[in-house]
């Protein structure tokens, strides 16, 4: 069975950047999509991106053109590049194998 474990979360000041990774143990990660959500309390999950098994991505509306997907099928790893951050990005950051298959999160605080 797949499993999922972000990293790379912290804080950071508005304007600055992050690189949250993603690893995906159980088997390759060349046979999955992956998305990424994100998640402040009281509110339902966000969809940021989704990195499909070609390489091609896709954005939510609110992180496009400031987020960025990538991934190394050799390391088993997809990234999530965060940059223009804004307390507004402030979340618990999730990868998820559809349908139900998530990681326990990595926290992202954006504040001065």
């Known amino acids: 069975q797949v499993q999922l474990v972000e990293s790379g979360g912290g804080l950071v000041q508005p304007g600055g950047s992050l690189t949250l990774s993603c690893v995906v143990s159980?088997?390759?990660?060349?046979?999955?999509?992956v998305r990424w959500y994100r998640q402040t309390p009281g509110n339902e999950r966000e969809l940021v991106g989704v990195?499909?098994?070609?390489?091609?991505?896709l954005y939510g509306q609110a992180v496009e053109g400031r987020f960025t997907l990538s991934r190394d099928n050799a390391k088993n790893t997809v990234y999530l590049q965060l940059k223009g951050l804004s307390p507004a990005d402030t979340a618990v950051y999730y990868c998820?194998?559809?349908?139900?298959?998530w990681g326990p999160g990595t926290e992202v605080t954006v504040s001065a």
């Open positions: 159980g088997d390759m990660l060349s046979r999955y999509v």
């Open positions: 990195s499909f098994r070609d390489g091609s991505t």
């Open positions: 998820n194998e559809p349908p139900n298959t």
